[in-house]
């Protein structure tokens, strides 16, 4: 049986001009981040997709990608940066995948990026997400995750006249946001 909660990395997810403004925003909240120091590799969980080469020129260093179900398999490694953008909402257990980032993080400085769209309504979710989350909701992972939040931001993904373009995409200019942390470990 397909798994309709895990997205498939195509043309049409990589051609999707909302993914242009989220992968501009993302490395704007990236350019604004307290991490100091070099940093010699990361990692990038689920599949490499352009936005990966973006994270390396932005660290200064090479990104690696997942290749485990994240929702029972452990990590191994060791990094001092690893980014889990748009991930969580794709998850059966997301708490065990947060557990096993938090074993491979590696440095009292070391930090998890990551982002996920805000809770919407029924009508305007996804049929690719298992569950979408309040910021409360995400912010009470994190803490049974034993990840404080350093800092984060929400934005659109869209552009402006997009919302003038019907009822539903009305309804998304209130509710349709992506919520993106800056974690360390507790």
Known sequence: MKNRCRTIIDSNYLNDFAHQIRWKRTLKFLRGSSLSGAVLGGLDVGDRTPFTALLEQQFGCSFTN?????????????????????VLEHLYNP??????????????????????????????????????????AAC????????????????????????LTGVKPLLRAWYEKVQIYELAVR
Do not use: C, N
Request: net charge positive; no cysteine; hydrophobic share 45%.
């Open 66 to 86: 997942t290749a485990v179900d994240l929702d029972i398999e452990p990590l191994s490694g060791s990094f001092r940066v690893v980014t889990a953008f748009e």
């Open 140 to 163: 009470s992972l994190f803490s049974r995750a034993g990840f404080a939040v350093v800092r984060s931001a929400k934005f659109r993904i869209r552009k402006p006249l997009f919302y």
């Open 95 to 136: 708490l065990h995948a947060l557990l096993e980032i938090k074993q491979i993080l590696a440095g009292p400085d070391a930090r998890l990026f990551l982002s996920m769209p805000l809770w919407k309504p029924s009508y305007l979710a996804s049929p690719d997400h298992f569950h979408e989350m309040t910021r409360s």
